[in-house]
């Protein structure tokens, strides 16, 4: 039968969600851990038009993966879903442990677990996540280590994965923590086909083989690469995304990838003057065919990857 995902205004046949941006923020306040006044924004009016130039460029629905605590609003996000009809697949993520919720600050695992649990099924999330463990100076795969509280996190995700059958989408930015997050994973039992390791663009170097050695170690394990930092020029210029993708294809792992922008910021909206959800079209379609990606791997990473990872078999 065919599959189907959650999103903010009831199931829909994964079939029918279209091109997918699978990591953004709608509704957020991240300011409570940046201190970034444009980290915020709780204006669904505001989004209703920012959404509406995201379709007419040839969007189908998006992934809005802000955590508990940094302002996520499933309400918000149905009503912005309900006035615009783009499908919007609510997240259900923890992000550092400061902003935590309250009440799950110090469970520990099975308290974790069992609040996802609950949270997913009252809130009506398509997707697990973001969850994070911390940011660290160096990209260094090898050496990087999670905190005991993070083990937990991550293994909580794992049970709620198995109960509820969502994928999980991670945090991992600076210090490239894929490699650890995926071990913790595996070892409690996750599916890791249906694992998504975020931000794997936040390091990109002139040298081809520091990027694909962390590349292919996600992969070793199953994993889905994300690549969602298109336009944050500050952590590595797009043109390094775009070859590493492409050679990525050349590989044969256009199955396997993810494409995002992370909108995460007042200043990004086109209201502000900013490049907006349709930077995937404007910008970042174009880059990719130009350094050489076919359309067969376009459609493979926007909408058939996407809709794989969120459907949930009937």
């Not at 998006?62 to 697949?89: M, Q």
Request: aromatic share 6%.
């Amino acid at each position: 039968m065919a599959a189907t995902c959650r999103t903010a205004t009831g199931t829909l046949p994964t079939q029918e969600l279209g091109v997918v941006l699978t990591h953004e923020h709608l509704i957020f306040d991240v300011s409570v851990h940046s201190g970034r006044a444009d980290n915020r924004c709780e204006d669904p009016e505001l989004m209703k038009g920012e959404v509406m130039r995201f379709v007419e460029a040839g969007g189908g629905a998006i992934c809005d993966v802000t955590p508990e605590g940094l302002g996520r609003d499933p309400a918000a996000l149905r009503e912005i879903s309900a006035a615009t009809g783009v499908p919007i697949v609510t997240g259900l993520g923890l992000y550092t442990r400061d902003v935590f919720p309250a009440e799950v600050r110090d469970a520990g695992r099975q308290g974790l677990a069992d609040y996802f649990k609950r949270r997913a099924e009252e809130t009506q999330a398509g997707l697990i996540g973001e969850i994070a463990s911390k940011n660290a100076e160096q990209p260094d795969w090898r050496g990087y280590r999670m905190a005991d509280h993070e083990v937990e996190l991550f293994q909580a995700a794992a049970e709620a994965q198995r109960s509820t059958g969502l994928a999980i989408t991670t945090h991992a930015s600076l210090g490239r923590a894929g490699v650890a997050q995926l071990q913790v994973l595996e070892a409690a039992g996750a599916d890791l086909e249906r694992v998504v390791i975020g931000h794997c663009d936040a390091h990109v170097h002139d040298d081809a083989d520091a990027d694909h050695a962390y590349y292919d170690q996600l992969l070793g394990f199953g994993a889905t690469l994300e690549f969602d930092l298109f336009g944050w020029e500050e952590l590595g210029p797009d043109a390094i995304r775009f070859r590493r993708i492409a050679e990525l294809c050349e590989r044969g792992f256009q199955a396997r990838i993810l494409l995002s922008t992370d909108t995460c910021r007042l200043s990004h909206l086109h209201a502000n003057g900013g490049r907006g959800f349709t930077y995937l079209f404007d910008w970042v379609l174009p880059g990719l065919r130009d350094a050489g990606v076919g359309e067969a791997a376009i459609d493979a990473m926007t909408v058939n990857n996407p809709a794989r990872l969120l459907g949930i078999a009937a």
